[in-house]
């Protein structure tokens, strides 16, 4: 007797909706996934957008600039800097002859600042080591990705990935199509996955193996998009099509219900409708209120953040003590990290000083 595999229409409802929301996440943190690679590997060859050239500079390397170059000079970490004048005693000391003791002079205050939070083994062990002048030095050549950066990667990359279309094939089994076609459409990102990471390797001594790194990963995604647009499109929008032949019976039961439904939807319809017009430019002032605070608070943040540091006398320290302890008596959160205050009036309501007047004033006033 043949064996009878299962098929979308024969699990119920609640896996449908347990696998359907798993791949929607996969999906989109794919979409998010690419995101970051584009925001990590554009402009290393100084232009503006994504480009072979790109994915050849951060394997291979470049004649033109250094690893650590590229990523501060219109690259994805120049952002992180705290000044223009920061990234050029970078550039400066990648331009000279690289020695240590202008590194520990002029550079590593600028990455321990700015840099080292996350360029840390310990804390992300998959980016270079900014630590020290050893990592460093292996990002200010023209050399590409190292040997053991790309080992980290790779087993990363190879486990979770591999995880991922396990998960995703599983679901997919379920569909009901050619048994061929879908042996062949489960196993072709497995496969380009190995040769995408293989070819990180061989990309590193030959840059021409950049197209085979592109179109390998491009056809991983194209592939693993397909299994979850085609496990989607069975588990609900198929089965939706093979429901609307109805018989004549049923068709006038249907009716039967939608005029039911209509008779008490109406009155409930209407009144919702006149509660609407009456509340809703109350609703909208206060939404406009509460979005202006939000975005004026996120504004604020962003000052305390990225403002010069503060250089203070000792009058203007104990000035700005004083009315840190005051306003933290009436309940008011209050941050000081060298480059001003920030000043929590309420969840929605932040907000910064540059200076000690301004906090005196505020307080005052306050």
């Not at 600039?65 to 970078?90: V, W, Y």
């Not at 990648?94 to 205050?109: G, H």
């Not at 198929?238 to 004549?248: H, N, P, Q, R, V």
């Not at 009058?315 to 941050?335: D, I, S």
Request: aromatic share 10%; with cysteine.
């Amino acid at each position: 007797m043949e064996k009878r595999c299962l098929r979308f229409a024969d699990i119920s409802v609640s896996e449908k909706m347990l696998y359907s929301l798993f791949l929607m996440t996969i999906g989109i943190g794919y979409l998010f996934a690419l995101t970051h690679m584009y925001y990590t590997h554009q402009m290393r060859d100084g232009q503006a957008g994504m480009s072979i050239q790109d994915v050849m500079i951060a394997y291979y390397g470049s004649q033109d600039q250094t690893r650590l170059g590229a990523a501060i000079n219109g690259g994805p970490m120049e952002a992180n800097l705290k000044s223009a004048d920061d990234k050029e005693k970078i550039l400066a000391w990648l331009s000279s002859d690289k020695s240590e003791a202008r590194f520990t002079q002029s550079v590593a205050p600028i990455l321990n600042s700015s840099c080292v939070g996350c360029h840390n083994p310990e804390v992300n062990p998959s980016l270079p080591n900014l630590t020290g002048y050893e990592g460093v030095m292996e990002v200010a050549s023209s050399k590409g990705a190292s040997l053991t950066g790309l080992v980290k990667i790779s087993h990363i990359h190879l486990f979770g990935i591999a995880f991922i279309l396990l998960l995703v094939g599983r679901i997919f089994i379920f569909s009901d199509m050619s048994v061929a076609l879908k042996r062949i459409i489960v196993v072709i990102p497995f496969l380009s996955m190995l040769i995408d990471t293989l070819s990180w390797f061989i990309t590193r001594n030959n840059p021409s193996f950049a197209y085979v790194v592109v179109a390998s990963g491009a056809l991983m995604g194209l592939s693993m998009g397909a299994q979850i647009v085609i496990s989607l499109y069975q588990m609900w929008i198929k089965e939706f099509d093979a429901g609307l032949f109805l018989s004549d019976e049923q068709q006038a039961r249907v009716k039967k219900i939608a005029v039911g439904v209509q008779a008490w939807a109406l009155p409930i319809l209407s009144a919702g409708k006149l509660y609407v017009l009456k509340t809703a430019p109350v609703v909208w002032s206060n939404t406009i209120i509460i979005v202006r605070k939000i975005a004026l608070s996120a504004y604020n943040a962003a000052r305390y953040r990225l403002n010069s540091p503060l250089v203070l006398s000792a009058v203007e320290q104990l000035n700005a003590t004083q009315c840190k302890q005051q306003l933290q008596g009436k309940g008011y959160g209050v941050w000081f990290a060298g480059k001003g205050w920030l000043v929590k009036e309420s969840l929605l309501s932040w907000l910064f000083f540059g200076s000690v007047e301004e906090l005196e004033s505020y307080v005052k006033r306050d």
